[in-house]
């Protein structure tokens, strides 16, 4: 169950860069650097969150289920 909670946690917290980057976009027309950081860090969390995935399906803590 934790594993679950913190799949959602990353994934909220992946919205919410995303919502940022979108925001500075809008307010500073692009021409500030923190669009890319909110960007930047919108990917480092996906690709965390890809091998934390992977990890806890190698380990067993995720399984796959059929519908």
Same mark, same amino acid.
């Given at each position: 169950?934790? !594993?679950?909670?913190?799949? !959602?946690?990353?994934?909220?917290? !992946?919205?919410?860069?995303?919502?940022? =980057? *979108?925001?500075?976009?809008?307010?500073?027309?692009?021409?500030?650097?923190?669009?890319?950081?909110?960007?930047?860090?919108?990917?480092?969390?996906?690709?965390?969150?890809?091998?934390? *995935?992977?990890?806890?399906?190698?380990?067993?803590?995720?399984?796959?289920? =059929?519908?």
């Amino acid at each position: 169950m934790l !594993i679950k909670t913190i799949v !959602i946690l990353m994934l909220l917290l !992946i919205l919410a860069s995303l919502g940022s =980057g *979108l925001f500075f976009l809008i307010r500073d027309q692009g021409r500030n650097p923190r669009t890319v950081r909110a960007l930047t860090v919108r990917i480092a969390l996906s690709v965390t969150l890809f091998v934390l *995935l992977m990890l806890a399906y190698a380990t067993g803590l995720l399984t796959p289920h =059929g519908l």
